[in-house]
């Protein structure tokens, strides 16, 4: 059985109007009733995320994005830098959006020094996560592998897909007998440094003033997970 192609914007449409009915209960102040509606809401909401999810995992793929997908990812890369998470990025959409097909070909390419994970629906990246390993960086970080480009698309989120992309990522790298893996996150960014912490990172150092994606400086953690001893 298929899921219908209207029904993830479906999905997101449910999901803002469920907001928008608490954001108006929290408004109205005192009374028993207005709690158990409230109570009766986050049950439905919480019901029918369920089912969503169920849903669309019957044409969810999570498997390695390949140089075949370029035109996929470069989709998803550049709504990201396009997003308000740019901030997350430490690319810029001016520089990415005038990158070749055959460079986003490129960047794609099993080279043993880079890959990407992702969630694919309807031929379409929801969610994905990256590595590489950084041998030309002149600073302490230098010589590791790095974690890259970790976003899902807002109409996707709260699923779990994040986490899912992340843990194939670290198993790849488990498996090739990989030692300890690094990531830079916005300290302002609670929910990816919850995800993170969730899946064993360690706030290691906090890097002052460092330019990203949406052209403004921000303060970053670096987190680091020992995948072997």
Same mark, same amino acid.
């Given at each position: ?23 108006? *209960? ?5 009374? +028993? ?29 999570? @498997?390695?994005? &390949? ?28 520089? #990415? ?5 055959? #460079? ?5 390419? =099993? ?10 629906? +309807?031929? #379409?990246? *929801? ?6 390993? =950084?041998?030309?960086? +002149?600073? +302490? ?8 480009? *970790? ?5 996707? @989120? ?46 290691? #150092? ?10 403004? &400086? ?12």
């Amino acid at each position: 059985m298929k899921a219908p192609t209207s029904w993830a914007p479906f999905a997101f449409m449910w999901n803002v109007l469920l907001f928008k009915i608490m954001e108006s *209960v929290e408004n109205i102040s005192g009374g +028993k009733i207005l709690k158990n509606l409230k109570r009766m809401i986050n049950q439905v909401f919480t019901l029918l995320n369920k089912l969503i999810e169920e849903y669309l995992n019957m044409d969810l793929e999570l @498997r390695r994005v &390949t140089s075949e997908d370029w035109m996929a990812y470069r989709d998803f890369r550049l709504s990201a830098l396009q997003s308000k998470d740019a901030k997350a990025f430490g690319g810029s959409y001016e520089k #990415e959006s005038i990158r070749s097909h055959e #460079e986003w070909r490129i960047r794609l390419e =099993d080279n043993g020094e880079r890959f990407f994970y992702g969630c694919f629906y +309807k031929n #379409e990246i *929801v969610s994905a996560a990256g590595v590489y390993f =950084d041998n030309k960086g +002149k600073d +302490k970080w230098s010589n590791n592998w790095i974690i890259v480009g *970790v976003y899902t698309r807002p109409e996707f @989120r709260n699923r779990g897909f994040s986490y899912k992309t992340m843990e194939a990522v670290l198993g790849k790298l488990k498996s090739d007998g990989v030692k300890k893996v690094i990531l830079m996150v916005n300290t302002k960014q609670e929910s990816a440094i919850n995800l993170y912490t969730k899946l064993g990172f360690k706030n290691v #150092e906090l890097i002052k003033d460092h330019p990203m994606g949406d052209g403004q &400086t921000h303060d970053e953690f670096v987190m680091e997970k020992i995948l072997a001893e």
